[in-house]
């Protein structure tokens, strides 16, 4: 059964930082990404940022670009988001997702996703 496991969330300050962690039982390929999108409450699910397995190349929305960032462990077949100067805006909660054969404009696109976690919620208050 293919499995994507969030970790990592929680409560933060503003300004502070966390980082989130997606353990996938997935087959990783030459084709394979994934990527972090997140939902407010009362709000669409949108884009955060997209990893390719192959390369590491990544994608970030511009609302995160600067702040966040988004790695690969090929070994562990985990990924990670390290989030920085964390803002109330960016309370959500944040799903894992992964996906076959994306091109580059399509990482973006939650509907081209086939496999997703179960979400981990992220609230940044003071």
């Known amino acids: 059964q293919v499995q994507l496991v969030e970790s990592g969330g929680g409560l933060v300050l503003p300004g502070g930082s966390l980082k989130l962690s997606c353990a996938a039982s997935?087959?990783?390929?030459?084709?394979?990404?994934m990527a972090w999108f997140r939902q407010a409450p009362g709000k669409e699910r949108e884009f955060v940022s997209a990893?390719?397995?192959?390369?590491?190349?990544?994608l970030y929305a511009d609302s995160v670009k600067g702040r966040f960032t988004l790695s690969r462990d090929k070994v562990k077949n985990t990924m990670t988001l390290e989030m920085n100067s964390l803002r109330p805006e960016d309370s959500a909660v944040y799903y894992c997702?992964?996906?076959?054969?994306?091109?580059?404009?399509?990482?973006?696109?939650?509907?081209?996703?086939?496999?997703w976690g179960q979400g981990t919620q992220v609230t940044v208050s003071s």
């Open positions: 997935l087959r990783t390929s030459s084709n394979y990404a």
């Open positions: 990893i390719r397995w192959s390369g590491g190349s990544t």
């Open positions: 997702a992964a996906a076959y054969g994306l091109i580059w404009s399509s990482l973006g696109l939650g509907n081209q996703y086939g496999y």
